[in-house]
């Protein structure tokens, strides 16, 4: 049970999209919210030097578009703020930051491109109308709609990435269409609901006596292989 796609049982352990109409109220909330917004870009962090050397990217892009960061490493936000140490459990993610009423965009930038690697900033962002920036479009195509997030390696550069974002807010219509998922999907992420719902997946296979594709593998040298880690994959798209 793993957050692979090819797991004989798929656990989205951070973040779930689920199924679920929205009614014309709370379009109309998503609409004012997105509209009424006023700043560009956040970025909470804690872990200053990663394996994806996100760090690096982030420094290029903050040169052409407003970057606030919060968080551990050294950053420029000019008002008090906390943070609980475990959202899922606590049910808080940093409700003293103005993400939803202020923010355009989030840095969802992941510690480590691995393989189908998607942590709790991404379905945060998600649930707070922001919209998120990710590195790597692949790891996303099957947990959330295209149109929903921003990859970066889909732009030449940090400076066209930060022209997009320009372009957005000048043409306000067009970042509205980064919401159009929220008419037909809600976001899940408190721990409970989403162990439920894999943990009943993996009894239902015990109980039908289902074999295990991976029984007679090394699992840890297979899980190494597969999660196929890209070390400095942010400064490749320098």
């Known amino acids: ?5 090819d797991s004989d049982v798929r656990s989205d352990y951070y973040g779930q999209l689920l199924r679920a109409e929205q009614s014309p109220s709370e379009q109309d909330f998503v609409r004012a919210t997105a509209l009424g917004k006023t700043r ?15 760090e690096k990217y982030v420094a290029k892009l903050r040169k052409y ?9 050294a950053g420029n936000a000019n008002y008090s703020y906390s943070c609980p140490r475990n959202p899922q ?3 808080d993610w ?19 491109a691995c393989r189908e690697y998607v942590s709790e900033k991404f379905y945060h962002a998600l649930d707070r109308l922001m919209v998120p920036i990710v590195l790597r479009k692949s790891d996303y195509l099957d947990i959330a709609p295209e149109g929903s997030y921003i990859a970066a390696d889909q732009f030449r550069s940090p400076k066209h990435l930060a022209e997009y974002l320009h372009y957005l807010i000048t043409n306000p219509e067009e970042y ?29 296979m ?29 400064s490749q798209l320098l």
């Open 1 to 5: 049970m793993t957050y692979l796609r």
């Open 206 to 234: 015990l109980h039908e006596n289902k074999t295990s594709t991976t029984s007679e593998k090394d699992m840890w040298t297979d899980w190494k292989s597969d999660i196929a880690c890209v070390p400095g994959f942010a």
């Open 89 to 91: 459990i606590y049910g």
């Open 40 to 54: 560009m870009v956040a970025w909470l962090v804690s872990n200053c030097n990663t394996h994806s050397q996100r």
């Open 65 to 73: 578009v407003k970057v606030d960061q919060f968080g551990g490493c």
């Open 176 to 204: 509205l269409k980064y919401f159009e998922w929220t008419k037909r999907n809600s976001v899940v992420w408190k721990v409970n609901s989403l162990l439920e719902d894999a943990i009943c997946r993996l009894c239902r």
């Open 94 to 112: 940093c409700s003293s930051i103005p993400f939803t009423s202020a923010y355009r965009f989030y840095i969802a930038f992941e510690n480590a």
